[in-house]
């Protein structure tokens, strides 16, 4: 019922509590208990809700609920005898005792968003953190016995007890009420009201109404004549006026100023006696409930009873939760949620007696039902009288379809054969045997691209144009089984589904190929054919199997669930529907054809009012509403409704469980996790309590490799061992099912201190430990030998320079040119390297690293090498490959990696116009730079075959022009600074260029 669809107030107020306490034993539990709710869902088809109750058949810990409300997290908290219960949508988790909270009579969430509670026995407490603070009466409370909660607009707190009202301010310091008219009283009610104002009644009937803290009226019991007051409400859009729920059944509005009151308007509540709770809404509505069940007034004063619901005993309060579901709660039967369905039941609304329903059509505002037992007319939710309705009443229609021209066409299993109607003019047609139909019981009808109209029946297939039978096709010329049960176009092809023949395929009025077991089918009865918008290609129901057929290729699903399968439906949103007798699964194309998974069913328990027709023909309105064929009815589903994520949702990780113990978790503060955590387990939590899924995911930057996007229906407990110290980021995302992306996200913070043993310090420190026992045992010993193995060292380096040295002088032998070369490279290098102040080690590295710089010249070729005169290009770019060649030879050499260094890069100029890569200023290695100016300075000191060697002059001139283009500029003056003080020496004779 539309009347219901609209936004409540969005503060929800406290009400009365059972005035009747049963004396329950307390189970004594060490840890929470968590249970799965086990929806038990009923339809109010006529008000669009779904009823569900909780009590302590499928998963509330009791079927007496004394209060329940929402924290602005999403969670659902109830208060029963049995203690605090809370619920995330899908399981109930209920507090241990060694909480402290045994038995709860009333619940309230502050305006600061904080969880108050109201206890029998234990006085008032706050959940905040995870944790329980408690106050008693030692703290100043009037009694521990708590009946109600709220408070003033000023944020300070009147606690309803047993034995008068206590104020607590925000500051925690309690006082209690020394007004004599309720320093004692047992309170029932507190509730607030504009200007600062709240409102109660006592068990015995008396109203009160307090400014700040004063009492600003008060009436005793009989100072009205409707009755008993047994709740009240304040009215928040005008002052000074209030709803007073009575024993009888009446609720009274009246006005209050002071000690004078007056009655606005009387309301009779027929049908429901002793009120218990209200609620107003804003657009004025009042929603009421009453020891023998639950009603409303709408705009012009009249009441509704809700007269369906199986709630309907001791209802006490009232609860609205952030997605307009109603909530209530029963001191005998539980919590109660009004839920608006997904599903509506047409017929239920229309008030038509159920029957099998074979095909629907919506057109021009009338809706088509084909059924067992006659057409059915519908506009609106109205069963209406039309010439086609009144003809078929009795006729067992099977499908309906219109045309591009505006006729109906309506498939009957009668001698009425098929029918084509006109709205228009109202003339009927019909088609049968002596039209040249094969059977006058047909059960499909289609229309084909080019206006064509194809009719199945009992015995065969028919093509209709310009109204005249132009070919027909049985098992008498060419069709696999003459039963045909579903009809497609595809491209230039008519495929023709039979019951037990496979697909018959058309083309140019001619069976050209038939699909059938032999081609990898399950069985050859086709219920339904469908083109998929997304992936291309026909999935098909064989009933027992579901086929996907594209490019002549057939391929059957395995895994799904369903052997016994209706019809397929793509949505606008993306998802792909598949009916079977289960119910509908909601999944997509590509999931189906991967792995035949599926997000989630819908059925009867979700609301679904009966179970799908097999071989039926559903319609989509608009893109909208779905429109489906039951057996017992006409169902319609909100397409909108299965994609939650287009609302925001309100969800979160309250907590996260390390090594047994719960933690709060706050996107503000990051959480320390000691180094020794072993287990660390969390869940997420999207708090919807709608039918519809949400597309969701939560994922552990830092550990996870992926994100993986669920259904909320796939959400589950995650856990995490041995988790390494480090930073974490818990990821919360909910994503639009149509797009993908991500709408909404929350993001916390751990971060695991790290042991010992991870720090690189610690990986050393064994080492140093024992080196330093072997050092400090064996000390003398190694004193005594210590000689003995520097100098086996020494001998060992010695051989290396022999090794190397002989290996240069193996280089510089192929090449006649530059004999004793890479002896003096390596000479200049120590002198430039010692200057530049490195150390020994160092010095001698480099000393090695300039002995081998020309090792790949043993591959260039000797008339390359020996070659009198300039090279070629081609000789010249062979010449080059000797620095990659050396880097080759000696980059294997892993003990020693700086020892291709030299031979790789000596011959890069520091402008960037060298070779082998071309690298430039402080990109070439510092080794490199020295070695390329101590072989340039060789070069130009020694005499080659083809040339003296150059003149000090020239030797100097050349240097400095080479400075900062093709040399290191700052090596260049050390070099010319060892020239100027005769450690570097130029040769001087008479052969000097």
Known sequence: MTQWQYKFW??????????????????????????????????????????????????????????????????????????????????????????????????????????????????????????????????????????????????????????????????????????????????????????????????????????????????????????????IEADIYKPDEYWVGTTADKVVKIKIQGQQASVIKTLITEGLHTINDMQLRADGRLLVVAENGIGFFDMQDNFHIIDKMKFNNSVDNIMVDYEDNLWFSSSRMGVAKLTYNSFRNIFAVAGIEPRVVNSVLKHEGITYVATDSGLVTLKGDKLIATPLSELLKTTRTRHVIVDSKGNLWIATYSKLGLLKYNPKTGIIRSFNRKDGLPHERSRVVMESSDGSIYVGTRDGLAIIRQDKVVQTFTSRNGLANSQVLCLLEVGDKIYVGTDGGGINMLKDDQIVYTLNQQDGLRAGVILRMAIDPELGGVWISTGNSIAHFKDEKLKTVHNFPSTNNFDFIFTPNGEMLVTCNQGVYVTSSAKLLKDGSYDYVLSQREGLSGSLTANSFNFIENKEKLYLCLQNGLCQLDLDSLDQSTSPKKFCVPSINIDG??????????????????????????????????????????????????????????????????TYKLHVGIYDQRTGKLKQEKVYTLIKEKKLSEYPAFVLLPLTIFVGLLFGGYRLYMRRRMQKIQEKQRETEKFLDQVISSFAKAI????????????????????????????????????????????????????????????????????????????????????????????????????GRGYGHGLAGENIPLEARIIAVADTFDAMNSTRIYRPHLTREKILSELERAKNTQLDGKIVDVLLRLIAEGKVIIETDDKQL
């Open 812 to 911: 510089d032998l192929k090449d006649t040119y530059t004999r004793g070369h890479s002896a003096r490279v390596a000479q200049y290098s120590r002198q430039l390297a010692e200057a530049m102040g490195w150390s020994k080690e160092r010095v001698d590295n480099l000393y090695r690293v300039a002995m081998l710089h020309d090792v790949g010249k043993v591959v260039i070729p000797d008339e390359i090498l020996n070659k009198q005169g300039p090279l070629t290009d081609a000789e010249y770019a062979k010449m080059k490959e000797h620095t990659d060649i050396g880097n080759a030879i000696l980059e294997e050499i892993s003990q020693f990696p700086m020892i291709a260094v030299g031979a790789k890069s000596h011959h890069e100029r520091y402008d």
């Open 661 to 726: 113990v719960d933690y709060p978790l706050d996107e503000e503060k990051p959480l320390q996790i000691s180094s020794d955590a072993t287990r660390i387990t969390y869940k997420a939590y999207v708090l919807t309590n709608t039918l519809g899924n949400v597309l969701m995911s939560t994922y552990l930057e830092g550990f996870d490799k992926q994100v993986e996007k669920i259904s909320r229906f796939q959400n589950k407990e995650r856990t995490y061992t041995n988790l390494a110290g480090g």
């Open 10 to 231: 969005q503060k929800e107020y406290k009400k009365t509590l059972s005035v009747m306490f049963a004396l329950l034993a307390l189970v004594l539990l060490q840890g929470g208990v968590r249970v799965e709710a086990a929806n038990q869902h009923h339809t109010l088809d006529e008000f669009g809700y779904l009823e569900t109750v909780y009590d302590n058949s499928n998963g509330l810990d009791s079927s007496a609920a004394n209060d329940l409300v929402q924290t602005e997290d999403g969670f659902i908290w109830i208060g029963t005898y049995n203690g605090l219960t809370r619920y995330d949508g899908t399981s109930f988790y209920r507090f241990p005792v060694t909480s402290g909270i045994y038995s709860v009579a009333d619940l309230y969430v502050s305006q600061k968003g904080e969880l108050y509670i109201g206890t029998n026995d234990s006085g008032l407490a706050l959940y905040k953190d995870g944790k329980f603070t408690f106050w008693q009466r030692d703290d100043g409370l009037s009694s521990n016995t708590i009946r109600d909660i709220t408070e003033n607009s000023k944020g300070l707190m009147f606690i309803g007890t047993t034995e008068g009202i206590s104020f607590k301010d925000q500051d925690n310091y309690i006082t209690r009420e020394g007004d004599a008219r309720l320093a004692n009283q047992y309170i029932k009610e507190l509730h607030p009201a504009p200007n600062n104002k709240v409102c109660g009644l006592t068990q015995n009937g008396e109203l009160f109404v307090y400014k700040g803290v004063e009492i600003e009226s008060f009436f005793k019991s009989d100072s009205f004549s409707f009755g008993n007051m047994v709740a």
